[in-house]
């Protein structure tokens, strides 16, 4: 590892438990759900979710219309993820 840390997982839960599941369980994941419920059958500690990939959001001012849209599992925090 180059920088000295883990990087985190982007993926989908189906993509997941295909080709990832037992491999990378000590990796923080990056759920990207934008067509199934929070509760799917994912196993794993995910940390972030994306849930909505054309979410619109007040007091945003980039130049595209619309934006991902993401949550933090409440069982973790942002610190976890900071790089020092």
Request: hydrophobic share 30%; proline share 2%; glycine share 8%.
């Amino acid at each position: 590892m180059q920088y000295g840390v883990k990087p985190m997982i982007y993926t989908r839960s189906d993509i997941y438990e295909k080709y990832l599941d037992g491999t990378f369980d000590d990796y923080k994941m990056w759920m990207s759900s934008l067509y199934t419920p929070l509760k799917w059958n994912y196993k794993g500690d995910w940390y972030i979710r994306q849930y909505l990939n054309r979410g619109k959001l007040q007091g945003y001012t980039g130049g595209e219309e619309f934006i991902d849209l993401n949550v933090l599992n409440e069982d973790n925090s942002l610190s976890d993820l900071t790089v020092e």
